[in-house]
């Protein structure tokens, strides 16, 4: 069936640093949509970006991610980490036009530390 | 940014009682979801909902659970009789529902049912 893997557990770095999550899925879907979720602290997941176009760069808020659906990739990217984007992140895919239903990953927890 | 609320936050039943869980979504949205967070695992789709009718459902959303949106006041997950298996997070969401597979979806901050 569909899934998403992600990054696993906890990722921990110092700030300034990049950041990189990996995020991989299985679809039998030839158009799936893909979503990167975070989750700060007592606060609600909300949608950081969002993509279905094959090697496009999407990029909110300084984080950047490009579709690749010949590697089923979705991978998280950020050149300089703050303070403020410890959180947890979850990748998910919705397979197909016709559903809505998102599928989520494990999620991940990144710590950025000074 | 546009906020769903839900009501409780937090919610402690016995095995076999019926809980209703609530949800405020934003207010022009038209399609509502359910997902369910166990401990320690990930966020898992239930259901969703638009203009009055169930339009997907995994195979996690029980012959015990419902949904509904009376007269467009809270949309609510009912579960009766509640199991064990039941004790979980509870995110609602929802969207404004004309945009597809890629209308973004607001989620609630989640209630958390301890079924004992």
């Known amino acids: 069936g569909d899934s998403v893997t992600q990054t696993e557990g906890l990722v921990t770095l110092t700030e300034g640093l990049p950041v990189m999550l990996n995020c991989t899925y299985q679809t039998i879907y030839s158009n799936p949509f893909l979503f990167w979720y975070v989750q700060h602290l007592n606060e609600s997941p909300r949608l950081l970006l969002k993509?279905?176009?094959?090697?496009k760069r999407t990029e909110h808020q300084g984080f950047h991610a490009t579709l690749h659906k010949s590697s089923s990739s979705f991978h998280l990217q950020k050149s300089s980490a703050q303070l403020s984007d410890s959180a947890l992140y979850y990748c998910?895919?919705?397979?197909?036009?016709?559903?809505?239903?998102?599928?989520f990953g494990t999620g991940t927890t990144v710590s950025v530390s000074p | 940014g546009p906020k769903v609320l839900q009501i409780p936050s937090h919610q402690i039943i016995d095995m076999g009682q019926m809980v209703t869980l609530n949800c405020d979504p934003v207010?022009?949205?038209?399609?509502f979801y359910w997902y369910k967070q166990i401990l320690g695992q990930q966020m898992e789709f239930l259901v969703n909902f638009y203009n009055g009718k169930v339009m997907e459902k995994s195979k996690l959303f029980k012959d015990q659970f419902s949904v509904e949106r009376p007269d467009g006041s809270y949309f609510t997950l009912k579960i009766q009789p509640t199991a064990l298996e039941d004790s979980a997070v509870y995110f609602c969401?929802?969207?404004f529902g004309t945009g597809g597979p890629q209308d973004t979806q607001y989620f609630g901050p989640g209630t958390r049912l301890l079924v004992l």
């Open positions: 993509s279905f176009t094959d090697n």
């Open positions: 969401a929802s969207s």
């Open positions: 207010s022009n949205h038209l399609y």
């Open positions: 998910a895919l919705t397979p197909h036009q016709g559903g809505r239903a998102l599928i």
